[in-house]
C-alpha cells in the first residue's frame, strides 16, 4: 500500500492529461483550419499550452527540490503536475491565465511549498528557484524551434502567429521571474547567497514584489522598455514582432480589432 501511495504522489494526474490534450486537438484545429472560429481555436491552444507551461514551471521547482533533499514535495502532489496541488492556485494559475488574457503578458506562476530547512547547500536553494524559469526558457526555445531552424514558411500562418505569441508569453515570464525582486525567482536565486541581516530587511517586501513590479510596467517608458527587450530576443530567435503581434490579435478574437492581420489569413 505505501509502495502504491508513493507511485500515485508522482503519477502524472489525468487533470494535467486532460490539459495536454485540449492542447494537442485545438493545436490540431489552427494547423489544418478545422475550426470554424480560427480565432477561438488559437486563444484555447494558447491557453491551454501555457497552462501546461505553468505546470511545467511549477514541476521543475518541486522535481529539482526533490533532488535536493526536500521530499515533501511528493506528500503534497507536486510531482504529479496536477495544477489543483499547488499552494496557491490563483497565483499559479488563475491570474497568470487573467493576465494573458486581459494583458498579453506571461505572468510568473507562484507557488509550491518547499521545506527549505531539508535543503542543505546554498547552490541546491538556488537551483531549485532558478528550475522553474528556466523551465519558460526551454519552452521558448520549442515554440521558437520552427523560426530558428528554418522552414517556418512551411507552417500555416494562423499556426505560425499562435506560435509568437506564445514564445512572447514564455520570454516575459522567464523575464519577470528571473528579476532580482523579493518574491520572484530571480531573488530566490541569489537569496542563499546574501547576509541574514539583508535577507532579513528584505523579506517584508516578499508579498508586494510583484506588486511593484507590474506597478512599475504601468509607467510608459518602462513598458517599451521591457517589450523592447522580449521583442529583441524574439528577433533574435526568429520571430517578428508583427507575428506575436498578430497571434495576439487572433488570441482576442472577441475583440474585432479590425482586419490588419486577417489579410494574410485569406
Request: proline share 5%.
Amino acid at each position: 500500500m505505501a509502495q502504491q501511495a508513493r507511485r500515485g504522489e508522482r503519477q502524472i494526474s489525468s487533470v494535467f492529461v486532460g490539459i495536454v490534450v485540449i492542447m494537442a486537438v485545438t493545436g490540431w484545429a489552427v494547423w489544418t483550419s478545422y475550426a470554424t472560429s480560427t480565432g477561438l481555436a488559437v486563444f484555447l491552444f494558447v491557453t491551454a499550452a501555457w497552462v501546461v507551461s505553468l505546470c511545467l514551471h511549477e514541476y521543475a521547482h518541486a522535481r529539482t527540490a526533490l533532488h535536493s533533499g526536500d521530499l515533501s514535495v511528493a506528500d503534497r502532489g507536486y510531482l504529479t503536475l496536477n495544477p489543483l496541488k499547488y499552494t496557491h492556485a490563483l497565483l499559479s494559475i488563475i491570474l497568470p491565465v487573467l493576465f494573458v488574457i486581459l494583458g498579453g503578458l506571461g505572468l510568473p506562476g507562484g507557488a509550491v511549498y518547499i521545506e527549505r530547512g531539508a535543503i542543505r547547500r546554498r547552490w541546491q536553494h538556488s537551483l531549485i528557484s532558478a528550475a522553474g524559469p528556466l523551465t519558460n526558457v526551454l519552452f521558448a526555445l520549442v515554440c521558437t524551434a520552427p523560426f530558428w531552424l528554418g522552414g517556418i514558411e512551411d507552417v500555416p500562418v494562423p499556426f505560425r502567429f499562435a506560435l509568437g505569441f506564445l514564445a512572447l508569453l514564455q520570454v516575459s515570464a522567464a523575464i519577470l521571474n528571473f528579476l532580482p525582486v523579493p518574491g520572484l525567482d530571480g531573488y530566490g536565486v541569489i537569496e542563499p547567497w546574501l547576509s541574514y541581516n539583508v535577507r532579513r530587511e528584505v523579506a517584508p517586501l516578499a508579498p508586494i514584489g510583484l506588486l511593484l513590479v507590474f506597478g512599475l510596467l504601468w509607467i510608459p517608458a518602462v513598458n517599451q522598455a521591457f517589450f523592447g527587450l522580449v521583442h529583441a530576443i524574439l528577433g533574435g530567435l526568429g520571430v517578428s514582432e508583427l507575428e506575436s503581434y498578430c497571434g495576439r490579435e487572433l488570441y482576442t478574437f472577441w475583440q474585432d480589432s479590425g482586419g490588419f492581420c486577417a489579410a494574410p489569413l485569406d
